[in-house]
């Protein structure tokens, strides 16, 4: 599989043993008559998932089976930095993302020429109170504080030309908010609705405890995409605002005094180490994931490592180690 192909569908997989093969039979089927292949990327499942992989393996389809369990975005990170289509598709492992739209989406991605077509989920079947109602809050707030208006920033299956995709600098849990991302680097994107179906095999690994994750993710998306190259325009506006309010509350402080011959020491202190103390918390935070992106991105290096590719050479199966 040297020669480049025009479609890679990257699958991110972590305990999917019962719906691997229906999706890959699906894909296969939906993708009959196109140059394609199908990445798997096992993210450390602990069922069987990696033994059915190698069961359905053919001059189609790649494994990369990872160290350990990194993750979501680490797991769509590493399929799409060793695939070679000239478009790349993110689909998700359960069964619930149709592989039939995907043709829909790569001729909606060539014939207007967008650099990322993202799938929105018109008749979701999911739980209303643990998924819907979680994603919509999340969907609403990341739409009004970023200013990147799609519909559903949840659905992983999307499409992107490969320039795009290998650009994105997946790292932590980024994997939701690769529309912002994307809009970061100029891409030109659009968005389509897309079929969902309920799982029928497994169960999900996501619910309202990852809601309230996308909150600090938020944040340093926000940081990134309004800051990351002029950050004295943030860091400057709280240093000065703590300034101001220290000054402010000193003024009261001596004008108290005047008044009234008594002065709030205490109060004072208490205030000033609660309001640096959250700045100087939230700033640590910026700097730790910044300092993460220049590691990785400086150094060549990848937040996962890579235990093993599978892949079919001829009639045997080849694993090339990784590590």
Known sequence: MTAARLISVVIPLFNEQD??????????????????????????????????????????????????????????????????????????????????????????????????????RANRLDDWLFRKLPSRIANKIIRTLTGVHLRDYGCTLKIFKREIAQNLGLYGELHRFIPVLASMMGARMTEMPVRHHRRLFGTSKYGLGRTSKVLGDLLLMLYMQRYMKKPMHLFGAIGGASVLGGVLLILSQVISYIVTDHLEKLWIVSALMLLLSGVFIILMGFFAEIQMRIYYEGSGKTPYLIRKILQQKGSAVSEDLSI
Do not use: C
């Open 19 to 120: 719906n691997i093969v229906h999706l890959l039979q699906a894909i296969r089927l939906a993708l009959t008559g196109y140059d394609y292949e199908i990445v798997a990327v096992d993210d450390g499942s602990t069922d069987q998932t990696v033994e059915v992989l190698r069961k359905q393996i053919d001059d189609r389809l790649r494994i990369v089976v990872l160290m350990r369990n990194y993750g979501q975005t680490s797991a769509m990170a590493a399929g799409i930095s060793v695939s070679d289509g000239k478009y790349v598709v993110t689909i998700d492992g359960d069964l619930q993302n149709d592989p039939e739209d995907i043709i829909r989406m790569f001729v909606r991605a060539s014939q207007g020429d967008w650099d990322v077509v993202a799938g929105y």
